[in-house]
């Protein structure tokens, strides 16, 4: 069953462990995994969505920097691609190096859509700044100030995920919809007022209808007895 609390242990050990060379992919695995727990303790199935999405690229990316390392290597010469030779195999270098970009990139953006929903649920405003600091320094790396900045961004994510509480603070989370129920109005019951019979009398000179209290006739004037 997903939880936070195994979200919090498995995102900031595989936060962790991203600084370890040797064990950096196994850090981001945890990482994925935790926001699996997360979409699923949250109920928001994007979360994870977004988080498999920014790794699927940033796999791809990593095999393309992985090619261009390659090509580095095996060129035998410590200028690598850029040695004297054919411009084709310098344009190839270039190319290839602007595809690890490009994926770098849309890797920040993917992962960057998935922290702020992470923040936005659990509010944890650390999970925002990992994810803005990786866009920003998934577009310098190009300039290799980037790399620093993202450094910075896996500081972040380690804080993020170590925040993490047991339940979110927002009210009413993980509960389900309090109905209120208005109290219903009392029916009215009409009230009828019951009037007490007035006792009435006869004229005993002209036989007209009379208050029993009478002491004229109202039609004739004659007095009563």
Do not use: H
Request: a positive charge.
């Amino acid at each position: 069953m997903a939880s936070l609390s195994s979200a919090k242990t498995l995102g900031g050990v595989g936060g962790i462990l991203v600084f370890i060379p040797f064990l950096s992919l196994v850090g981001w695995i945890l990482i994925l995994l935790a926001t699996k727990e997360i979409s699923d303790s949250v109920q928001d199935k994007t979360i994870f969505d977004d988080a498999l999405l920014a790794g699927t690229t940033a796999v791809i990316g990593a095999v393309v920097f992985a090619f261009v390392f390659a090509l580095v290597v095996f060129t035998g010469s410590s200028a690598g691609p850029f040695a004297p030779g054919p411009f084709a195999f310098s344009g190839l270098f270039l190319g290839v190096l602007a595809a690890f970009w490009i994926f770098t990139l849309i890797s920040a953006i993917f992962l960057k859509r998935s922290y702020e929903k992470i923040s936005q649920r659990l509010n944890i405003s650390a999970f925002a700044t990992t994810g803005l600091l990786y866009l920003i320094g998934a577009a310098l790396t190009i300039v290799l100030v980037g790399f620093l900045i993202i450094l910075i961004a896996l500081i972040f994510q380690v804080v993020a995920y170590f925040s993490i509480q047991d339940r979110p603070p927002s009210p009413g989370w993980g509960q389900p919809a309090a109905q209120t129920f208005a109290p219903s109005p009392m029916p009215q019951q009409p009230t009828t007022q019951q009037q007490s019979p007035v006792e009435s009398k006869f004229c005993s000179k002209c036989g007209a209808k009379l208050p029993s209290v009478a002491v004229f006739c109202t039609s004739c004037g004659a007095k009563q007895s």
